[in-house]
């Protein structure tokens, strides 16, 4: 019933940002928290950044931290994600995902809620 679509990703050099855009519908998006995971070819998906339902509570895995920042417009049932001073390590799809339950909880299997994914590629 909860719809997020991922916009804002793209080919960029080491150094440079991007803004990531998450559009919620189908929910209450003002009610759930809301996170950033990412997978890289590869790999797992891992957790990247996480916002409580107000905005109050960020969380961050220690790669992004200083370098990146979640944010939410809950008016426009959005949710973002800027990135400064990517590295090709932060190459990956980044997924937007949303659950009612924890507070901004880096665990995915809290998320039942996923976006199709948005490739970030970051080149050296």
């Known amino acids: 019933q909860v719809q997020l679509v991922e916009s804002g990703g793209g080919l960029v050099q080491a150094g440079a940002s991007l803004r990531l855009s998450c559009a919620a519908s189908g929910g209450t998006f003002r009610s759930k928290d809301m996170g950033w995971f990412r997978q890289a070819p590869g790999k797992e998906r891992e957790f990247v950044a996480a916002?409580?339902?107000?905005?109050?509570?960020?969380n961050y895995t220690d790669s992004v931290k200083g370098r990146f920042t979640i944010s939410r417009d809950n008016a426009k049932n959005t949710v973002y994600l800027q990135m400064n001073v990517l590295k090709p390590e932060d190459t990956a799809v980044y997924y937007c995902a949303a659950s009612s339950v924890g507070s901004a909880t880096p665990q995915k299997s809290y998320y039942p809620y996923w976006g199709q994914g948005t490739q970030v590629t970051v080149s050296s």
């Open positions: 916002i409580n339902w107000s905005g109050g509570v960020t």
